[in-house]
């Protein structure tokens, strides 16, 4: 490079900080959780239908499970206040504090002025994965959500069943709100079973065909009543493409747990944000 200073190379040198260090966030009592999974009832589930989305109720210190079935499927999947669409699952802060893709243990924060643990991974069967070769890894709070503005804007076609649109008729069905107020709160996801990460040349966003197969899930612990929408990704595997019919498809399994009464005693559901919000004035 033509404008390279002497010292380009110590400068690159320069250790990391980490920008957020987690150590003074409280954690999750996770023993504590795991005993009252164990003695938890299904009580709800829904299945989510390939190239569509489903919502489902979580009320507060019950259990979400989301399962692939019959085939290596990805989801992506929206979380609200049950109470109030405006706190809505905050990915770009959840990935600041966690990392670019979250696992058992890590949470899923609610956006400002909220700023809580909507949710916490309580176990997660593709934690063995790690960190491959390519940088990749799972569950990834880095993509947006497949959508049909980005999709007309580098095909030119119109696609009506891209995760967007799929969380939003979901949504939409579930509230009864209009389909274009739905749109609007629907926000950037928990990339359920995905595999992703950032090419090391050029630091674009990849997918990688996911590890995921039949019977393996992500559990989620709700830490306030939740409303949690789940679309089952057109690009089904996410090994070659999305945002068409093309890729093979297959359903996603959300199920609800109640936990045993009395089983949480000493658990209690996280406050919203104590700040002030007077910004200085
Ligand atoms: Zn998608």
Redesign the pocket.
């Known amino acids: 490079m033509m404008n390279e200073p002497k010292d380009a190379d110590a400068r690159r040198a320069v250790e990391p900080v980490i920008c957020y260090p987690v150590e003074t966030l409280p954690s999750p009592d996770l023993p504590l959780y795991h005993e009252a999974r164990a003695g938890a009832e299904l009580v709800d589930e829904v299945l989510v239908l390939r190239r569509e989305a489903a919502a489902i109720g979580v009320p507060a210190g019950h259990f979400l499970r989301m399962q692939s079935v019959d085939g290596p499927q990805?989801?992506?999947l929206n979380l609200f206040a049950a109470a109030d669409l405006a706190e809505r699952f905050y990915s770009g802060k959840t990935r600041a504090l966690h990392g670019t893709h979250i696992t058992t243990g890590d949470r899923m924060w609610s956006c400002f002025p909220y700023l809580r643990p909507m949710a916490t991974v309580l176990a997660d069967t593709l934690n063995w994965y790690g960190i491959d070769a390519s940088g990749g890894s799972v569950h990834d709070v880095i993509g947006t959500?497949?959508?049909p503005y980005t999709a007309r804007l580098l095909s030119g076609d119109d696609y009506h069943h891209?995760?967007?649109s799929?969380l939003t008729r979901a949504l939409a069905d579930h509230t009864g709100l209009p389909l274009n107020e739905a749109e609007a709160h629907v926000h950037d996801?928990l990339?359920l079973f995905m595999c992703t990460g950032f090419t090391r040349d050029t630091g674009q966003y990849f997918m990688k065909a996911s590890p995921v197969r039949p019977d393996d899930y992500l559990e989620l612990f709700a830490e306030i009543d939740l409303l949690a929408v789940l679309?089952a990704?057109?690009?089904g595997d996410?090994s070659t493409v999305?945002?068409s019919d093309t890729a093979a498809c297959y359903p996603l399994l959300m199920q609800v747990y109640a936990p045993a009464v009395d089983a949480l005693e000493g658990w209690v559901r996280p406050q919203v944000s104590a700040y002030s919000r007077t910004h200085g004035r």
Do not use: E, L, Q
């Open positions: 990805v989801g992506d959500r497949c959508d891209c995760c967007h799929n996801v990339n679309s990704c057109p690009g996410c999305h945002s």
